[in-house]
């Protein structure tokens, strides 16, 4: 057993206890009223814990932890560990002024976040059923808690529906993981793939994947799977959006590689056909969904879903190139969609309200928070020179090359679609009068973090090269 492995995790782990200590501390000392400055000073120790995580992830060799695949640290894990790790500090940061005059519990709020963010280090490094499902568990769990954690009537609503949804797909999961162990006598990703291989399937083999792939559509929230997104995203709290539509698909789609790569590519023919229709039907349904929506939230919740779509382009794929291009479409992806998360929670405290006619005039009221969410969206969009044109490119590229010609023009089609949905919202900022003309005011470090998003964006878009290559280099091995 080699736990040092595992360094990173504990760090994380540690961190969530140690806010939580310091938080009772704190009620205990100022008589339950402490002030916004020592709530603060959790979400630091918060940012210190995930820095150090990251620094841990960089010394941290391959291996196995525990002799067998149960845990794995590889090239693959290590990428998405590092995602994670930033968009849990980007998270933080967002929240500790959003929480600020919504509630006083932020001890426990850091301390569930954290604990979902070492779910997912914990599901990347899964190499075996029984340590992913239960990993994906303490992602999911926490998720729950978040959504609601406001105990508005609409975040209550959201994780209600996320919960019973969640719970039924994770049950239909667990159901196809015990089929492919009956049949293959394997809960190891690796062994499957061996055993499959050999060419013995089982008749019962076609149903344990459709169960297998209906639980893992819930993650990335694919059709017809997505009915808990618009609900999750509009009631949680913004910061919280923000993580679920970063964090939570990101690690959804790395442990969807991970299995179907690594487990069901010796039987590829049997769930392509799946794929495919599933990532029609997502780009399609997401896109058009999105646009008759008044909410913003709920616009990017359906958004979400379209993007779900043109990764599914790179699972269809198969190759090295399909792979990297979707590991580097989700880094473009998470900081687009963090840099307008995070205007949204900077927004809504001033105006109190999510649907797109609140924000009409908004660029007399912060010129730089509607540059930022300009950006962002454009990025989002797919439009040049910005990352996520180079997410797109690259994605439709490798397709195109591997003779999945139609699914290319299907998914630039509908992202031209969303270009019309995305610019709703900049017209509502930049085009309608300002019904109130009162300066949106917010933290210096937001600022300086909204002004690195817009740089990464246009830093990645003009030169995407060592991003990409980074990516390749990071497929798995066992590819």
């Known amino acids: 057993m080699n736990y040092t492995l595992l360094t990173p995790e504990i760090i994380v782990c540690c961190t969530a206890l140690l806010v939580l200590v310091v938080d009772l501390f704190m009620a205990q000392g100022e008589g339950a009223k402490s002030t916004k400055s020592t709530k603060k000073l959790l979400g630091w120790i918060a940012i210190a814990g995930l820095v150090a995580g990251m620094f841990a992830v960089y010394n941290t060799p391959e291996g196995l932890a525990f002799g067998n695949r149960s845990f794995v640290n590889d090239t693959f894990a290590m990428y998405f560990k590092y995602l994670f790790l930033g968009i849990g500090i980007l998270v933080i940061v967002s929240s500790m002024d ?62 209600i529906k996320y919960l019973l949804f969640g719970a039924f797909c994770s049950a239909v999961l667990l159901y196809g993981i015990g089929i492919i162990y009956g049949l293959t006598g394997t809960t190891e990703i690796k062994g499957i793939g061996e055993f499959l291989n050999q060419g013995d399937k089982g008749c019962a083999l076609p149903l344990g994947l459709a169960f297998i792939l209906a639980g893992f559509g819930f993650k990335i929230a694919c059709i017809p799977f997505h009915f808990w997104v618009p609900e999750a995203y509009e009631g949680a709290p913004t910061p919280i959006t923000a993580f679920l539509a970063s964090a939570s698909k990101v690690a959804s789609f790395a442990v969807f590689i991970r299995v179907f790569m690594e487990g069901f590519i010796g039987i590829r023919q049997e769930w392509t056909m799946a794929l495919i229709i599933l990532c029609i039907l997502t780009m ?5 969904s999105a646009i008759p929506q008044t909410n913003i939230k709920r616009l990017l919740a359906y958004s979400s879903i379209g993007h779900a779509g043109y990764l599914l382009i790179g699972l269809v794929i198969g190759t090295v190139n399909g792979l990297s291009a979707v590991m580097f479409y989700l880094l473009v992806y998470a900081l ?45 969009a797919g439009l040049p020179p910005l990352a996520g044109f180079m997410g797109k490119f690259y994605l439709f590229a ?60 246009f830093l990645i878009g003009i030169l995407p090269q060592s991003f990409i290559s980074s990516a390749i280099e990071s497929v798995p091995k066992w590819y």
């Open 98 to 159: 959003y929480l600020a005059e919504r509630t006083t519990h932020h001890g426990e709020y850091y301390f569930v976040l954290l604990l979902v963010i070492m779910g997912t280090m914990f599901m990347v490094s899964a190499g075996e059923l029984i340590s992913l499902y239960v990993s994906l568990e303490m992602l999911s769990v926490g998720s729950y808690v978040l959504v609601a954690y406001l105990r508005t009537r609409q975040g209550i609503e959201g994780g």
């Open 284 to 288: 399609a349904i997401g896109n058009l």
């Open 398 to 457: 490798y397709a195109v090359h591997a003779g999945y010609i139609y699914l290319a023009v299907i998914g630039f089609i509908f992202s031209t679609i969303s270009v019309y949905y995305y610019f709703r919202i900049l017209k509502s900022m930049y085009f309608m009068e300002a019904k109130d003309e009162s300066i949106i005011s917010f933290s210096p470090l937001l600022k300086v973090v909204l002004i690195l998003i817009m740089l990464g964006l």
């Open 336 to 380: 687009a969609i963090l840099g307008i998360f995070m205007v949204i929670a900077i927004i809504s405290k001033r105006i109190d309200t999510d649907e797109i006619e609140g924000y009409e005039g908004m660029y007399k009221r912060s010129p730089f928070l509607c540059l930022c969410m300009l950006i962002c969206l454009a990025s989002l």
